[in-house]
């Protein structure tokens, strides 16, 4: 855990769920008020049927942005190095289309494929933003722009390499020496921008879809929008110079777990400190829920601040290609022999990421008095599975009659990560010594559970009638609750 003012799971999928983020209270006349935008998001198929994409439930002051994304960052390869193969065979091999492929030649009888040299991150999912405003006539309307990036297909950008070999009749045989994969992912980005309206005094609103060419008519935006309950008054001024004690709560509930489901969430989406204390004593009752974590910090009016509950995943983002300087063999796959012809590819450099729960804040007074304007940014990134890029590297000699020897020298993989992203960014105006709770974070965990009778669970053969597997499905939402209070130079409340 790690704070500034400033794990890992496997088999996680982030998912921008029907939960809320509740954020902010509408003010006095003059303040700006807040609404609550929720969305869901879909895309329309060629079979004419509807594909849901995800949901965002967020809340914004009148005329500013709040944003959020659900998706994956993955690697791509972009550049691949040539393959190197046997020079005894190079004169004699053609490409599948027939003509000379592009390789290098070595003289170690070895088949070594092609190296990934530059590798970028492709940014998947959903993206975008909501401001809400007020017209003239009072028609209340949700400007939102929706962004959607996936991977179609994943094509080959070089051709397999074959070896021709001539009969005793001059027939000619094509014997494969490498496949040659060097993949690459064919995406597609698209975008939308609709306008939502409602006239005053009507209870529901219309999404109109904004025509242009950046605008695409296959993803689909349904809306609801609802102005927040004001919250409580305060009208103690927070004086200038003051600094800004705030604490987190990062809250884990495990839905289907409680006894009674509508204890799930706070009442309100700002608390008082009683209110606060109340639904506290009320989810440490229940099954199903983690108190993660209460880092604080201590920040001036203005100066941005963050909280993590992190751990550090460090990966490898360059490998060294596979060398032809022999090493000591150790793997099962190189058992008999004390040395291996090829180094297989090693990593170089490395980076790090923070994997976890964060958030990003900015506190400053409002000028409604006795309230805090809050910039809040939660974000939770997740490891979810590494992708391999590398190909075994393998001897390949050709005898006289029947077909190729090869024997796999290593295995030279090349893992890079795929991480998981969620985040959202808003702006909320709470009274000063309030908690705001924010929702909406969740995620679906699968757990593997294995089973196995004592000693028939290990008899070969029929040892499989005594041994079972199950996976277990969770959906978790994460609550974090953010108590903002003003303290003077020494650390204590304003009173």
């Known amino acids: 855990m790690r704070w500034n003012g400033g794990g890992k799971r496997r088999g996680m999928m982030l998912l921008l769920g029907a939960s809320w983020l509740a954020l902010g209270v509408t003010g006095h006349a003059g303040d700006p008020g807040i609404v609550r935008i929720s969305a869901s998001i ?66 170690l009888s070895v088949v070594i494929p092609s190296h990934p040299e530059k590798v970028e991150t492709l940014e998947l999912g959903l993206s975008g933003r909501f401001r809400p405003r007020v017209l003239a006539n009072g028609t209340l309307t949700v400007d939102a722009e929706i962004g959607y990036r996936e991977v179609l297909e994943s094509i080959e950008k070089a051709e397999p390499i074959y070896f021709v070999k001539k009969n005793a009749a001059g027939k000619e045989k094509k014997i494969l020496v490498t496949r040659n994969e060097t993949r690459a992912p064919v995406t597609r980005s698209r975008k939308t921008s609709v306008h939502y ?57 495990t839905e289907g777990e409680m006894e009674n489901e509508e204890d799930l969430y706070p009442d309100k989406p700002v608390l008082s400190d009683a209110e606060f204390q109340m639904w506290i004593r009320r989810i440490n009752q229940q099954k199903g829920v983690d108190l993660l974590s209460a880092p604080s910090l201590v ?46 590819a090693s990593p170089i450099v490395f980076e790090t990421e923070n994997v976890g729960v964060s958030l990003s804040l900015n506190a400053k007074r409002s000028s409604r008095k006795g309230h805090v304007e809050l910039f809040v940014e939660p974000r939770v990134d997740q490891f979810h599975e590494f992708v391999n890029f590398g190909k075994p590297v393998q001897t390949w000699t050709l005898p006289a009659l029947g077909p190729p020897k090869t024997v796999v ?20 105006t709470i009274p000063d010594g309030s908690t705001l709770v924010v929702g909406g974070l969740t995620r679906q965990e699968i757990q593997t559970v294995e089973d196995k009778v004592p000693i028939l669970g290990d008899l070969p053969l029929i040892g499989r009638f005594g041994r079972s597997r199950t996976e277990l499905h969770y959906e978790r939402k994460l609550i974090i609750l953010v108590t903002v209070r003003s303290v003077d130079s020494s650390g204590m409340p304003v009173e």
């Open 197 to 253: 309206t409602r006239k005053k005094g009507e209870t529901k609103g219309v999404v109109i879809p904004v025509s242009g060419p950046d605008s695409d008519s296959s993803l689909i935006v349904r809306m609801k929008v609802a102005p927040v309950e004001p919250g409580e008054k305060n009208t103690k001024a927070i004086p200038a110079g003051n600094f800004f004690y705030i604490t987190s709560r990062f809250v884990e509930i």
């Open 42 to 107: 879909f895309s329309v198929e060629s079979d004419g049927n509807e594909k849901p994409l995800g949901e965002a439930e967020v809340t914004a002051p009148l005329g500013e942005w709040a944003r959020f994304r659900k998706g994956q960052d993955i690697p791509s390869v972009v550049q691949y190095s040539l393959p190197s193969i046997p020079k005894e065979i190079s004169e004699s091999v053609v490409g599948a289309s027939g003509e000379a492929p592009e390789f290098e030649t070595n003289e």
């Open 299 to 344: 920040v001036k009016p203005g100066q941005d601040g963050k909280i993590e509950v992190v751990r550090e995943f460090i990966y490898p983002t360059s490998f060294q290609p596979p060398s032809l300087e022999g090493v000591e063999s150790t793997s099962e796959a190189e058992k008999g022999s004390e040395i291996s012809p090829v180094q297989p």
């Open 409 to 428: 020298v290593t295995e030279n993989k090349i893992q890079y990560p795929i991480f998981e992203r969620l985040s959202m960014q808003t702006v909320a």
